[in-house]
């Protein structure tokens, strides 16, 4: 393979991530004249991109004649978020070990969270949540995390397209108290499910600044054990731990 052919070949793949990332930017849906003005490429380049991602599944085109991400993209997202859940399986496990609860990481997926990571406590009566399951961001403690890092307009975007279901007696059930209870995640570092979730059950959990996607790490366990004396113990260990896994985040990045 000659060096022109090798530059146009890797030319064509950051082009093709350039248009993906464009779309994503915009809410997942673009125009051909908005992926034409953000990316300065011409259009018989944009159209021969797209007619490919299109036959690929990656991109789909809506009535509309605009471009949205395609199903492929769930795929390749799923199983990336999986393997970045494998590797956090060791930082997730030691905080298991120091403090005898479950602990899990999660990510935000659309506008909900979908836990990729999981070690188990050892306790006959715990808390289990599967990897793989999906639940909404707001009466999670991982969610709360999550929603803390990202813009007010956006939190309620994503929040107002799912609802606010309220699962116990003290989960979130307005804009109002969501959003004064992420002001107080963003003053202490850290959010808290005080049984927002699931009755009797309390979760302390931190978000991931370096991660590639918004994500959150956590540990919960039954409310007589998890205690805020717990907590006292809990945060530093997970601050070490969103520390050891940004770090790695971002030197892959």
């Not at 991109?59 to 395609?70: D, E, H, I, T």
């Not at 990510?107 to 406590?121: E, F, I």
């Not at 059930?173 to 850290?190: F, V």
Request: hydrophobic share 40%; net charge negative.
């Amino acid at each position: 393979m000659t060096e022109s052919k090798t530059t146009g070949g890797v030319q064509s793949v950051e082009r093709v991530f350039d248009l993906l990332n464009i779309i994503t930017a915009s809410g997942g849906e673009s125009s051909l004249s908005e992926l034409a003005a953000k990316s300065e490429l011409p259009l018989p380049t944009i159209h021969r991109l797209l007619r490919t991602l299109v036959f690929l599944g990656y991109v789909r085109q809506l009535p509309n004649r605009s471009y949205a991400l395609g199903p492929g993209l769930i795929r390749l997202g799923y199983t990336a978020s999986l393997q970045l859940g494998a590797y956090a399986q060791p930082v997730l496990r030691r905080i298991v070990d120091q403090l005898g609860e479950s602990a899990n990481m999660a990510m935000l997926d659309g506008h909900m969270v979908v836990y990729v990571g999981q070690a188990q406590s050892s306790q006959s009566m715990r808390t289990f949540t599967e990897v793989g399951r999906r639940a909404h961001a707001h009466d999670t403690g991982v969610g709360k995390a999550i929603l803390a890092t990202l813009p007010e307009s956006q939190v309620v975007s994503i929040v107002s397209s799912m609802g606010m279901p309220t699962p116990t007696k003290k989960s979130l059930g307005t804009m109002e108290d969501l959003l004064a209870d992420l002001e107080k995640i963003r003053e202490r570092g850290y959010a808290i499910d005080d049984e927002e979730q699931e009755v009797g059950v309390r979760c302390f959990s931190m978000a991931l600044p370096e991660a590639p996607t918004p994500t959150a790490i956590s540990v919960s366990g039954p409310v007589s054990r998890v205690d805020w004396d717990f907590g006292e113990r809990a945060v530093p260990l997970l601050r070490e731990a969103a520390d050891e896994l940004s770090a790695h985040f971002a030197q892959v990045g």
